[in-house]
């Protein structure tokens, strides 16, 4: 049986290269239905910011009559009265102080665990490893009969100081999964280099360890500053000064005094979310970034 070039002719009217229209077609189909997912769990998380924020603009009557649409009169005195009527000021200050003493505090010492796990051979290492992830995965609530007793008695009760050194606590623990992750992935001869060269362990880890764990760093910095802002279970138990109270406790308060006026609770609400909204929207790439990076963006 002999083969020519006219064996291999297509009959006639049959189309050639079929597959690779039907491909580009199915892959299209797929990216535009991932784009309407996404654009759904946009809608999804945006939406009830936006109708928050709509609802701080309305006055009581436009909010009786129209809960979700726009509204008819701007009245955007409802932020200055909110703000001054919560305290708002005063909230804000303290849950600042709150956050920057905790994030400094546990990448301190996530940093630091993190390098002693990931590069230097500590005794015990593989049960600490345990033990960070077993407090990791305890509930907090645990706690808190305890630490209020225990904190009592230090006198850290109803100061910042207190409820920072609890969030720390809180917070070190993934900290330091997380910048050990992160670790793994870096390369170790510029390490080694520095150690050729006489420098000591502190010296290689500030210089050239440190340096390089900033994307990581920073990832742990942004999810525990917005753990901390939110977080209100043990603001509202060791903290009773209402000059010592962060935000959330502030707005807390607030809504207990004025439970029939929605629009100044929703004004706010919006002004106690925003900052970190906005410090989220900035940083979102590098906070990505340094999950990657870490490989926990799965966990």
């Not at 760093?217 to 802002?229: E, H, K, M, P, R």
Request: proline letters at 4%; one cysteine or more.
């Amino acid at each position: 049986m002999s083969f020519t070039a006219s064996s291999y002719a297509p009959a006639k009217g049959r189309r050639t290269g079929h597959r690779f229209p039907i491909g580009g077609r199915r892959t299209a189909l797929g990216r535009s239905a991932v784009y309407v997912a996404l654009t759904a769990l946009a809608i999804f998380a945006m939406g009830p910011i936006v109708l928050f924020f709509f609802n701080a603009l309305k006055t009581n009557s436009d909010y009786a009559t129209d809960s979700l649409g726009l509204p008819e009169n701007w009245t955007w005195s409802n932020f200055t009265s909110a703000w001054s009527q919560a305290n708002m000021g005063a909230g804000l200050w303290n849950s600042f102080v709150v956050v920057v003493g905790t994030v400094l505090i546990t990448c301190a010492v996530a940093s630091c665990a993190a390098y002693a796990l990931a590069r230097i051979k500590v005794h015990g290492s593989a049960g600490f490893m345990t033990y960070l992830l077993i407090a990791s995965s305890l509930p907090s609530q645990m706690f808190l009969t305890p630490l209020f007793f225990m904190w009592a008695q230090a006198g850290l009760y109803d100061t910042r100081l207190g409820l920072v050194l609890i969030y720390v606590g809180l917070f070190s623990p993934f900290g330091t999964l997380l910048l050990r992750a992160f670790m793994l992935g870096l390369p170790k001869e510029m390490e080694e280099a520095a150690r050729v060269d006489g420098a000591g362990e502190l010296t290689v880890f500030a210089r050239v360890v440190l340096p390089n764990m900033m994307p990581g760093i920073l990832t742990v910095a942004l999810t525990t500053g917005l753990s901390a802002y939110n977080e209100f279970l043990f603001a509202v138990t060791m903290i009773q000064s209402d000059a010592k109270m962060p935000l959330s406790t502030t707005f807390f308060s607030f809504q207990q005094g004025f439970t029939q006026n929605f629009t100044l609770i929703s004004a706010a609400g919006f002004i106690m979310i925003a900052p970190m909204l906005i410090l989220f929207l900035l940083l979102q790439r590098r906070f990505i970034s340094g999950l990657a990076s870490s490989g926990m963006g799965g966990m």
